[in-house]
């Protein structure tokens, strides 16, 4: 329904209806997602998408999901590795794969037991066995799934596509039998033995931890500290060795003591009490504060010490042990950077103590070690002294005995770091328990070839973190003395000389003629197998695995591998092409599943790998429910919306391994700052391109690259298909921190930049072909930006979307966003030195920005001129080119380019410390001082051969940064140095340039009332001024073809309102100290009193002509009456008597437009096309432009 001519190289379709709707002014984010959730449910989009990508065969991209416990709520570290999960998910599904997104839930382990735990006071084993282990794992699976719902619920509001119907449990039998599958291959191999070992031990759980979940609770707490002397046997005269320890409570346990070979160790003699001691050289202070205090007796090596029998401490094990322990051993482990320099040795609650018994012979590799503390950490009948006290609790009787032996030399408490419970928040002990091991240590050198074959993001996390951690692996217990859990599936004589291993539900059946169909200890600890070896009946070790290994195998338990399913489909997705979560994951998920993909495969499980740094409170501290440090994070949501919070958690520091304190103001600044201007980009394309549809003006949307003259729209893009190429290279390399900045980025400049200095040509001041093309270039980059966003901002892109798609043809138009492709690149737009030339532009007016801000002037007010000094003469040409844009955007009247420097520029150095110290080493000081004392003419001579000698050394390029400073003395020049040019701009206000800024005030005020009115830029309104100051008063007539120009009509005095004016918005404001009101109405025609005279005489019915006229529905872009067959007639009744009037002749739309008919018209043609030849024809010659101007 419009004009059919076409733009340059384009085929174009007319639009038939009027199909967009219109946006309203103010959105509420959080209120419009759920608008979008409540479509994506109903056309069931996730599914839908799934369907597609398998039914047009797509290539796998395997994404393994780690799954999370449903015992407790979602925190922003669980939303911040999903929203990275759907992210990169997202891209690959729009990026021509199929995508399966499978949610998992670990349902064993502490954390249900605790809770349980909790529920029914169970305080030890004993407890769990009187109500029975089938109560106890019935109350376990009772709260499994507590808060699934919650889940489910936070998930989808996050806008997160994961399938958590069709979900895996690690509670299932499917699953639990894969793990035992695995666990059984890895039997075969030989890599699973049963051994003991000393590990991290929670007494309140009642279960070792493996050194991972050791290292998530450290305190600062205070334990108590004490030294303690070991009668050296047969000494002449007698003597001590004195050891330093923090665990009182191991000392009942002392078989040995151990001393650092090399190190130096004295006996020294106490000055009062005449006893004497043996320590290391360096630690007599731990002994005496004052030399006076003792006398240094003789001096010897620790090797010589190996061997020195002792006097037990207690002798609850000198019966079982006194041969070949109470002796002094000698290892490197020992330091003299505390205690004593002697360490005393307990093995069964010490891992280096274990060791170094072990070799020296103390104990023996099977052997039961010495433990007299029970599952729960009390004493055993063993410690007849302490039996039944907690380990932790008897530190201070214990200390109390040692004193009345006379074998405590002092006591006191020390300060430190200590690991506790991560579930029961208890302090942990070392505690030497029977465990199952993977033989991790066989494996090493295989998990280093492949982890060297995966990518990770950051390469630190890889390249140091993990790879350390794997290089000083150890075996793997990957047993827990627990109930709820994948019972391990071994079964054993009961003289362990013959142990199997069971792999699956019908090798068991096979076995023992009992066929399950559970497996969790309730179901299964009957079961008893016939011995091939004739030992009778086989029982199952107590044991159950540790969720870790549950979770490790979760590659193939999740699709129940092998035994289920087609396995060249599993082949297909195995290795996992991707996987994330945080960095406390390299010692727990990470490796679990490298260990077992090694074990198994020899291959990694992975592809690529994105870790994500914690997420902490404001404040810097871990998260707290107890603290309440952190807002709920469905509060931040429903206040600041999904989309907001997704991109303040991805384009954070988090995403590179870093860490985030969490503000809630930061999600509050994503939404002024990103999301807003984005909707406004949106609201003014979709009421620019209404405006065309109600005028007839628009045509089809035309895909890929618009021909044009004009600067921005090359630009746009060139920068538009570049970021599209940028983001798809950074995706293919899995870097989230480098996508976002520049995603928004591109956003500002195309609201900040193309958007503000094509605003006119997009209301069609320069005409319908230029207001199209506009138009079109605009919706194309928005909609391949959007594209480009969607994965990351799902919600609001998909709002944009479903608002636009209708300009497209239907066979183009998708039923979601989300199942659109994602964007390629269009080659022939790419334009590298447009978006250089650009870019100078950009810093220039930055600059110019940023030197009004410290003078204090405002934008509104015009500056005088400003200059650009710089020696490549091709940064000074792309300026020139660029020059109304520089002086619109800095509303500056002149602007000059130059090389010539006039002895008003300093040039200044500074070194590159970090490159030049790497490079130099201890000369970079010397040679650093120099470079900042170079003078401007040697900086000068740098700058144009490129290098320079100093101090014997020669720098080039990036070794020296120049900065140049402005050395004039007019007060009234602010200079801004960057990037090789100086900018200065003159900042004097002469009394014209004041005026002018007062002209553009009043501007403003009238665009703020219509913003605050709620208007569009397509309604059409008349403006009435109230105001006694004449200089005012005197801007307003002065500067009346700009203000037009703006606001499309010339202000009136208020003493020219109508009566029948209806007034849309009125205020009072002040500009520059001077008092001013203003009236907004709606537009309507106004008779011209002079034409209409004649028409009807009678000054009664003249009254009533101009309100039947301003009652007129008229479309003045049409220029006809709503209803009418002919333009440029009104026909309204007066009196009775129907009345023909000429728009033009007898009426004008606007009151302003009859005051000076053909003299507003004009102006407003002169003014549209002068700025149309300044601003649109940068490559023609001076000449030309000032040919065409003196035409107008």
Known sequence: HGLHASLPGLVVRTVATMSLLDVPQDVKFPEEETKVLEYWDKTDAFQKSLRMSREEKRPIFSFYDGPPFATGMPHYGHILAGTIKDCVTRYAHMNGFHVERKWGWDCHGLPVEYEIDQKLGIKCRDDVMKLTIKKYNEECRSVVMRYAGEWKRVVRRLARWIDMENDYKTLDLPYMESVWWVCKQLFDKDLIYRGYKVMPYSTACSTPLSNFEAGQNYKDVSDPECVVAFPVIGADPPVNLVAWTTTPWTLPSNLALCVHPDLEYVTIEDAKTGVRYICAQTRISQMFKKETDYKLISTVKGKDLEGTKYTPLFDYFTELKGEVAYRVLVDGYVTDDSGTGVVHQAPAFGEDDYRVCLHSGVIEKGETVPCPVDDDGRFTEVVSHFKGQHVKEADKAILAHIKTTGRLFKSGAIKHSYPFCWRSDTPLIYRAVPSWFVKVESLKDRLLHNNAQTHWVPDFVKAKRFHNWLENARDWAISRNRFWGTPLPIWRSDDWEEIICVGSVAELKELSGVEVTDLHKDSIDHIEIPSKMGKGMLKRVEEVFDCWFESGSMPYAQAHYPFEGDNEVFKKSFPGD???????????????????????????????????????????????????????????????????????????????????????????????????????????????????????????????????????????????????????????????????????????????????????????????????????ILYNVLMTLTRCMSPFTPLFCEKIYQHLKVLQPEDKQAESIHHLPFPQPSLEAMNERMELKISRMQAFVEKGRNARDKRGISLRNPIKACSAICQDKEVLDDLKELEAYVKDELNVRELTTTTEEGGIVLRSAEPDNAALGKRLGKAMKEVSAAVRKLTNNELKDFEQKGSIDVCGHTLEGGDIKIALNFSGTSSFMQAESYDGVLAIFDMEQDESLKREGLSREIVSRVQRMRKFAGLSMEDEVEIFYDCSDETLVGVISEHAAAIRGTLRVDPLPISELPSFAQVISKADEEVNGAKIALTITRACLHCDPEKCRALVPAASAMEQLQAAVAAVSFDHKANKQEGAAEAGKVSVSVGGAEVQLEVGTHVHFTLAAIKNATAAVSTWHAWAHVRFALVDIERRAAAEVRGRCSDL
């Not at 384009?651 to 969490?662: T, Y």
């Not at 298909?721 to 870097?735: H, S, T």
């Open 578 to 776: 991707f996987i994330a979560e945080g960095l406390d994951q390299t010692r727990g998920w990470f490796y679990t599943l490298m260990v077992l993909g090694t074990a198994l495969f020899d291959t990694a499980p992975f592809k690529h790998v994105i870790v994500n740094g914690l997420v902490l409170a404001q404040d810097g501290k871990k998260m707290s429910k107890r603290l309440k440090n952190y807002p709920d994070p469905e509060l931040v949501v429903d206040k600041h919306g999904a989309d907001a919070l997704r991109m303040y958690l991805i384009n954070s520091p988090v995403v590179r391994g870093e860490e985030l304190r969490f503000r809630e103001e930061g999600v509050k600044d994503v939404v002024r700052d990103v999301l807003l201007p984005w909707y406004n980009a949106f609201r003014f394309l979709v009421q620019s391109i209404r405006r065309m549809e109600r005028d007839g003006e628009m045509c089809a949307i035309e895909e890929g690259l618009i021909k044009s003259d004009n600067v921005m729209d090359q630009w746009i893009q060139a920068a538009c298909a570049g970021l599209v190429q940028f983001v798809r290279q950074e995706m293919e390399a899995y870097r989230l921190y480098t996508v976002m900045p520049r995603l928004l980025k591109f956003l500002d400049d195309m609201t900040n930049w193309y958007i503000k200095m094509n605003r006119a040509r997009l209301k069609g001041n320069f005409g319908v072909e230029e207001s199209r093309k506009s138009a079109n």
